[in-house]
């Protein structure tokens, strides 16, 4: 049922239930009502020993157990509060390297715990800042895993997580090295299919307001909300006064259908227009200098890739004219390109995919 209220459009019984956690609560409590109805009757040997002497002595001592546990679990709670504040990988150059990636749950193929590998190749790539969608691990189903708070940990950034499982999505998650200054947790228009999340962030850059969307449009199956929700996204987006960084999965083709209701009325550029293979996330930028593009095998810890954005925080009168202009990497500052431990074969089956290679920009 956790898995029903927010389910796909292919799986089945999924539209019937979706949005329906009051079933759930329903069964949940009758079940707990049946449960009570058939105990047994009270033991009077029972309720005698419960007032004896011994009894309340062993009471006593469990309680101080628990005040002991409650102790415990608050000094391991003021362990792990940082003692430095978040720092990007390459202050010296302004650079702030993005990432999108839909990670299905942090459940690997094999249906293993992948957070592990997850922070080593968020680490490894020096991202700054990255969205998560499928990103809700807290139901039944999932563990009730926070996620979101052992990578933030693991990898000193900020987090932000929404909107949150009671609002239906499966959950988008935002890490930035950067302070987020202002968060709004949008849930986009979807009157026929799955809810879908977007996160709308302000982050101080370098001491400049750079805002990003972290969003998850519906699926295939449900074109009028996909439509929707980018139109959506696209007024979020033309209506920030901020230099802006798009991380989303919009379910289109490049050059076609959303995609120009994503770009065009958004007033954002896509990061590689001559990228024609790509379906469900996308890069997109307004007001910063595009420095790198890079797609990144997933590794099998799903069935979708990395994809990555190098910029940099400059005025605007340094933005150049002629944004797509690609050049090679030995032009690039060692400073300003992507890990070379991705190139190849890779590392734990991370590499750079589809064109082998990140591509750089002027």
Request: proline share 7%.
């Amino acid at each position: 049922m956790h898995v029903w209220v927010v389910a796909y459009a292919f799986v089945p019984g999924g539209p019937i239930l979706r949005e329906s956690t009051h079933v759930i609560l329903i069964v949940m409590m009758g079940l707990i009502g049946i449960g009570l109805a058939s105990m047994p009757p009270v033991d009077e040997k029972y309720v005698k020993k419960l007032s004896s002497p011994a009894f309340k002595a062993r009471r006593k001592m469990i309680n101080w157990k628990l005040i002991g546990l409650v102790l415990a679990g608050a000094l391991t709670y003021v362990t792990r509060i940082p003692l430095e504040k978040p720092k990007p990988y390459h202050p010296e150059d302004k650079i702030m390297t993005a990432g999108i990636w839909t990670i299905h749950f942090a459940l690997d193929n094999d249906m293993w715990a992948s957070e592990t590998r997850m922070r080593d190749a968020i680490r490894e790539l020096e991202l700054d800042v990255i969205g998560l969608l499928e990103s809700d691990t807290q139901r039944i189903i999932m563990g009730n895993r926070d996620l979101t708070q052992s990578l933030a940990e693991d990898l000193n950034m900020y987090a932000d997580f929404g909107p949150g499982p009671t609002g239906h999505t499966w959950g988008c998650t935002l890490l930035s090295k950067f302070p987020i200054v202002n968060s709004t947790h949008h849930l986009l228009p979807s009157p026929v299919g799955e809810l879908a999340c977007a996160i709308h962030a302000t982050l101080d850059v370098y001491g400049k307001h750079v805002d990003v969307i972290v969003s998850h449009n519906g699926q295939e199956e449900d074109p009028v909300d996909r439509k929707l929700q980018t139109t959506e996204i696209a007024r979020i987006m033309r209506e920030s006064p901020n230099p802006f960084v798009f991380l989303g999965y919009v379910v289109t083709k490049p050059h076609m259908g959303n995609y120009h209701i994503l770009m065009d009325d958004g007033n954002v550029n896509d990061i590689d227009p001559t990228d024609d293979d790509r379906w469900c996330e996308y890069v997109a930028f307004r007001g910063v200098k595009r420095l790198g593009y890079a797609r990144i095998s997933h590794g099998g810890i799903t069935d979708t890739e990395i994809q990555s954005g190098k910029f940099q925080i400059v005025d605007e009168a340094e933005l150049p004219k002629d944004i797509y202009r690609r050049i090679p990497e030995s032009q690039v500052p060692v400073s300003q390109r992507y890990p070379p431990q991705f190139y190849g074969e890779g590392v734990r089956k991370h590499r750079y995919h589809v064109f082998d290679e990140p591509r750089y920009f002027n």
